[in-house]
């Protein structure tokens, strides 16, 4: 099994930051993919950034130049720094693996998600 597990999220305010982190644990995968998604009461989940092992990133709209994803490969972490924060960023936050392994039929993969991590930003 591949399980991912979230930290970091809090109570903040607008212009406030938080640093997100996700970490992947397991045992003979290799990560495609990492991604934040946000599931805000009342709407769907939707992607915020995503992260390949070679460092390139893509960000929804809603948080280009205020989210940074990053990752460090050698411990299969991600991480998202918020900055400038707005009371429309309140989510939970998830992170998703896409991963891979190896069979005697050939390659598995799969898609795990953490349990999320509760961001608030309030005045």
């Known amino acids: 099994q591949v399980h991912v597990a979230e930290s970091g999220g809090g109570l903040v305010q607008p212009g406030g930051s938080l640093r997100l982190s996700c970490t992947v644990s397991?045992?003979?995968?290799?990560?495609?993919?990492m991604e934040w998604y946000r599931h805000a009461p009342g709407k769907q989940r939707n992607l915020v950034a995503t992260?390949?092992?070679?460092?390139?990133?893509n960000y929804a709209d809603s948080v280009l130049g205020r989210f940074t994803i990053s990752n460090d490969n050698y411990r299969n972490t991600a991480y998202l720094q918020m900055d400038s924060l707005k009371p429309e960023d309140t989510a939970v936050y998830y992170c998703?693996?896409?991963?891979?392994?190896?069979?005697?039929?050939?390659?598995?993969?799969?898609?795990?998600w953490g349990q999320g991590t509760q961001v608030t930003v309030s005045s």
């Open positions: 998703a693996a896409d991963w891979r392994v190896w069979r005697d039929g050939g390659p598995v993969v799969g898609r795990a």
């Open positions: 397991g045992s003979d995968f290799r990560i495609n993919a």
């Open positions: 992260i390949s092992p070679s460092g390139s990133t």
